[in-house]
Each structure stands twice: as structure tokens, then as C-alpha cells.
């Protein structure tokens, strides 16, 4: 339900004069917005607004997001209290159905996750199809869309979701950990069922079969946080990709795996693994970072402080606060000098004097720090995107759950303003000129 300022319009007045009123809608968190669903019917206009800078695509109850005053809420509950006190599973339910889980609710979603982990058995033939060198974004990304074939009634728009979210949510953990197993040669291990569903997944990345694994409770603690703060993001670049995909009727994996694709670009989820791989280089180049930093303000080679900026936060990125916090404690708990740590510390340092950063309020984000932890609890640098895939996946669940249930959403179907040429004649290929 959209709370509407009862009568409330904004005038807007065209080049040919005509005047048109549209609506002015808040949120429950007192943001406004000028509703133009009618406009183009009413003027014939349409809007422009290159990469949605302005335009809310849909309203939604599941996230709130204050870039300016760097808050971040799921389903109303501060991103800080949900990473301190509770757990991956919990916040999965709070997102997917709107409320904290009773005792019981929660065990039986537990249970339920855990029941849902082993993948048909057939799907491992596909792991041996990829070359050795796949990245597994790719990896992921295809088996996602491979579980639709293996569910077929999730072709259905009208069979019940409730099963293919427990059924996604427990095997693309699974498919994870095997698509990191079968890269390093290993032998794919099994989930086992008296794990958690973190400890399951360190299990089935870690664990050989010939040697006891015990799953520390310290690195289960930080994954458990880290997939908490990539949990859900409300509109970003992969959830509105799922939107979109979910918008025209396709099944739930369809959607998930468009959205795992989004996510995989530099510029979102993929700046976890370009971050590693800055601090790579400046610490090759035996630097500190400054010449780094020179070349990214001068534009050089169109380089960017990877881990820095943000669409939305314009403050502070809160997650990035509590995970550099974490990453001194992991690493610390670990007994791990990470040299990256000190030269992202010394480049967040430089940045956050300097004006070019200062003046495009650009701040460290999620991405600047969870790789440095993903490293200290070895998770291998090409597998930190599959990471933020995993967190990420009860938010784009939610999402595509409100807007499955919806009985007012529509195709995601953008207009555009045509600049090509105008009319003109076929002309016949002997007659053609360069
Ligand atoms: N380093 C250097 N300059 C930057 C950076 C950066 N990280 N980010 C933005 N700028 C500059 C940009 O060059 C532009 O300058 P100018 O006005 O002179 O052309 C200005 O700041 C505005 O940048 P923009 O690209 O128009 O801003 P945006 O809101 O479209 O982009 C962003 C947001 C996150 C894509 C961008 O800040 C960026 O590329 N950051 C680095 C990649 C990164 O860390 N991505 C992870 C984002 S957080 C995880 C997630 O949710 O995806």
C-alpha cells in the first residue's frame, strides 16, 4: 500500500503551456515522490533519467536505505542489531516473509533448508562440462537456470513458490562449494545435515574426505555477518534485474540467475574481487597506494578506487563500518597479518582527506573490506562474488516474491527517446556509396 498525502499534487507545466497535476505519494519513512503513471496518457510525455538516478521503480516494504544519513534497515530492523545478534537463516525469513521467525517457525525453516541441500545427482555431470579455468560466476549463474529444468513446475506461475525459496536457497550453497571443489580438482563433498547452514557450506568448501574438518565457530560467526550485510540492498543493479526478468512471468531460478549475471559486473557485486586485485597490484608496485590514487584522480586509464562509492550512500556506507571493524577482529581471532589490510587502511586513509573524494562524497562501501575477510577465512579471490551472490539471495527472493504477489505489477517495459535517423528509403546495394 502506498500511503498517499491525501490530495496532494506537484504541478507540472509543459513547453506548450499545458498544465498537468500528478500525485504525490511518502513512504512510511516520510520520503516523497511524484507519481507519473499517468503522464504519458494524460501529455505525452515521457520521462528521461539515464541509469534511474531519480525514479523508484516500484514501492516495497522489505528495505529501507538513507544514503544521506547512512542507514540501512531490513524490514525495519537496523542492519547493526541483525549483524550483532543474529543469524544467515533468521534474516532470510525476516526478508522473505516479513517478520522475525517464532521458535518453531524458525526450526522448521531450518530443517526445511537443510532437507533441500543435495542437488540431483545428474547436475554433477554438468561441473565436469566446465574447463577447469571457468570463473564461477559463470558456474553459478548456469546451474541456477539448470534447476528450472530439473523443477519444471516452477514454469507454473501458479504452483506455490514457498518451495522452490527453501529449495533455491539451500542448494545454491551446495552448488557454490561444488563449483569451488570441482576448480581446485577435489572431490565434491556432500552436505551433512547436523550442520548449520554456514558451518555446511565451510564444510562442503573445506572438508576432504579423507581428514576430520571441524568448522570454526569464529569463521562461521563472520560468515554468518558478512552474508547478513549483503543480505539485501532494495533496488540495486542485480534485484532490479531480477524484477525485471520476474516481471515478464519467468520461474523463480530463471530470475535469480539474471540477477546473479547483474551482479557479477566490476561495478557492483564483481568490486570484491577488482578490490583484491588493486591491492594487488599497488603492493607488486611496491607502493603505498598515493600513485594509485594520483592516477584514479587524474582519470588515468579510467581507473577507480575500487571499494569506494556508492549510487545511494553519500555519508557513510553502514555495512562498510562494521565490516572494517570485523576485519580487524577476524583477522586478529585468525592470528593473520594480511599486508592488504594495511595498504587498504593507508588508501582509505589518503582518500578520505582528499578532496576529489571528499567533494564526490565518495566513501568506502560494502566491497572495500569483505574481501580482506573472505581472504583471511580462505575463501579464494574468484569465489568472493559467488559469496555476495549467496548473501544476496534471500533479498532478491523477497523481491521477487512481493512482486509475485502483486496483483498490480506490471511488465518492466522502459520507454526510450529515438535519436536515430528519421524516415528514409531502402536503397538497393549497386547503389550504395561508403
Ligand atoms: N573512484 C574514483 N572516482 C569515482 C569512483 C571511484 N570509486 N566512484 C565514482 N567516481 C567519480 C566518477 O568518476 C564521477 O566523476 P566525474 O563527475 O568527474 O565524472 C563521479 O564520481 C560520479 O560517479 P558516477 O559513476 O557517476 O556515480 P554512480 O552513482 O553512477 O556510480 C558506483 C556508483 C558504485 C558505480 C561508483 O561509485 C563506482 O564505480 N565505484 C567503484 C566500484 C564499486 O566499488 N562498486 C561497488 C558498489 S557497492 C556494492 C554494490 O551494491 O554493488
Redesign the pocket.
Known amino acids: 500500500m502506498v500511503p498517499a498525502m491525501a490530495g496532494t499534487t506537484a504541478k507540472l507545466v509543459l513547453p506548450d503551456g499545458k498544465e498537468t497535476q500528478l500525485p504525490v505519494i511518502v513512504g512510511s519513512e516520510d520520503e516523497h515522490a511524484v507519481d507519473i503513471t499517468k503522464l504519458r496518457a494524460d501529455t505525452g510525455y515521457i520521462t528521461l533519467d539515464s541509469?534511474f538516478m531519480n525514479t523508484g521503480s516500484t514501492t516495497s516494504a522489505i528495505t529501507y536505505l538513507d544514503g544521506e544519513q547512512g542507514i540501512l534497515r531490513y524490514r525495519g530492523y537496523p542492519i547493526e542489531e541483525l549483524a550483532e545478534h543474529s543469524d544467515f537463516v533468521e534474516v532470510s525469513y525476516l526478508l522473505i516473509n516479513g517478520k522475525l521467525p517464532t521458535k518453531e517457525e524458525r526450526q522448521k525453516f531450518s530443517t526445511d533448508l537443510t532437507r533441500h541441500s543435495l542437488i540431483h545427482e545428474d547436475m554433477h555431470n554438468f561441473f565436469t562440462g566446465f574447463p577447469p579455468t571457468s570463473h564461477p560466476m559463470a558456474v553459478l549463474s548456469a546451474m541456477v537456470t539448470s534447476l528450472s529444468a530439473y523443477y519444471p513446475d516452477s514454469l507454473d506461475r501458479n504452483s506455490p513458490a514457498d518451495l522452490h525459496i527453501t529449495r533455491i536457497l539451500s542448494k545454491v550453497r551446495t552448488i557454490a562449494a561444488f563449483s569451488y571443489k570441482k576448480s581446485i580438482g577435489q572431490p565434491l563433498m556432500y552436505p551433512k545435515n547436523s550442520l548449520r547452514y554456514c558451518a555446511n557450506f565451510l564444510h562442503m568448501m573445506f572438508a576432504v574426505p579423507s581428514e576430520d574438518y571441524e568448522v570454526s565457530p569464529i569463521i562461521e560467526k563472520a560468515l554468518n555477518q558478512l552474508l547478513i550485510l549483503h543480505a539485501d540492498?532494495e533496488q540495486?543493479?542485480s534485484t532490479s534485474t531480477v524484477r525485471m526478468v520476474g516481471s515478464s512471468g519467468a520461474n523463480l531460478y530463471a530470475s535469480i540467475a539474471a540477477g546473479i549475471l547483474a551482479l557479477w559486473g566490476?561495478?557492483?557485486?564483481g568490486?570484491n574481487q577488482?578490490?583484491i586485485e588493486m591491492l594487488e597490484d599497488v603492493q607488486r608496485e611496491g607502493g603505498d597506494g598515493k600513485k594509485f590514487i594520483n592516477d584514479?584522480k587524474n582519470?588515468k586509464d579510467n581507473k577507480?578506487?575500487?571499494?569506494?562509492?556508492?549510487?545511494v550512500y553519500k555519508n557513510f556506507?553502514p555495512r562498510a563500518k562494521i565490516l572494517k571493524n570485523m576485519c580487524d577482529e577476524v583477522l586478529q581471532h585468525l592470528g593473520i597479518n594480511d599486508p592488504l589490510l594495511d595498504i587498504a587502511k593507508a588508501m582509505e586513509e589518503i582518500a578520505l582527506k582528499d578532496d576529489?573524494?571528499i567533494s564526490?562524497k565518495?566513501y568506502p562501501?560494502?566491497?572495500?573490506y569483505s574481501g580482506i575477510i573472505y581472504r583471511a577465512l580462505g575463501i579464494p579471490t574468484n569465489m568472493f562474488t559467488v559469496m555476495f551472490a549467496l548473501g544476496r539471495l534471500p533479498g532478491w527472493i523477497a523481491h521477487w516474491k512481493e512482486m509475485d504477489e502483486d496483483p498490480g505489477a506490471k511488465i518492466g517495459r522502459p520507454r526510450q527517446i529515438y535519436t536515430g535517423e528519421q524516415l528514409r528509403k531502402y536503397v538497393p546495394i549497386d547503389q550504395r556509396t561508403k
Open positions: 541509469g540492498h540495486n543493479c566490476p561495478l557492483h557485486g568490486a577488482a578490490v584514479v582519470k577507480r578506487l575500487m571499494g569506494f562509492g556508492h549510487r556506507d576529489y573524494f564526490k565518495l562501501n560494502v566491497d572495500f
